[in-house]
């Protein structure tokens, strides 16, 4: 399900882990690192076949094909334009409730962009980080996690 398809009603607190866009790499390959729960939510709203076709199986490590329904969901998040007004979109969303915003300082928009669109919304902007190394990554990183109230 789409962030943008949950029912409008209020929740006590809402975490949101966006897809990372990289200053310096641009996207993360959504399909290639989110596959496996993509993958299961389909799984279980539309069964195994639904969630066969979605799969390239031409690449490892089968990640989820481009060109589907899927896509259009996720294109908001995959250009610097877009995920401005994606992140704007989901706070505004979600406006009434406690939110906690998972990122790293890497990404676009910066931290301190990302706060001040908090602060738009809400009162009481805090900001934890830890330098943490993903798997497979050589080099650490501040992921920065957002609380909004």
């Not at 607190?13 to 200053?23: A, E, H, M, N, R």
């Not at 089968?62 to 998040?77: A, D, N, V, Y």
């Not at 990122?103 to 805090?126: A, C, F, Q, T």
Request: charged share 30%; glycine share 4%; with cysteine.
């Amino acid at each position: 399900m789409d962030v943008f398809e949950i029912p409008e009603k209020h929740y006590d607190l809402v975490y949101i882990d966006p897809p990372y866009f990289s200053v310096k790499r641009g996207p993360t390959d959504y399909y290639l690192y989110y596959h496996f729960l993509e993958g299961l939510c389909i799984y279980l709203e539309k069964g195994a076949d639904a969630w066969h076709k979605l799969i390239d199986y031409r690449r490892k490590p089968k990640p989820l094909r481009h060109g589907t329904e899927l896509e259009k969901k996720i294109l908001p998040w995959m250009s610097r334009e877009g995920i401005y007004q994606a992140f704007q979109k989901v706070f505004e969303k979600f406006q009434d409730s406690i939110l906690v915003v998972s990122y790293n300082d890497e990404g676009i928009p910066s931290e301190k962009e990302i706060r001040k669109m908090l602060e738009k919304i809400k009162p009481h902007v805090k900001v934890r980080r830890l330098r943490y190394q993903y798997a497979l990554s050589p080099s650490k990183v501040n992921e920065l996690l957002f609380i909004a109230y």
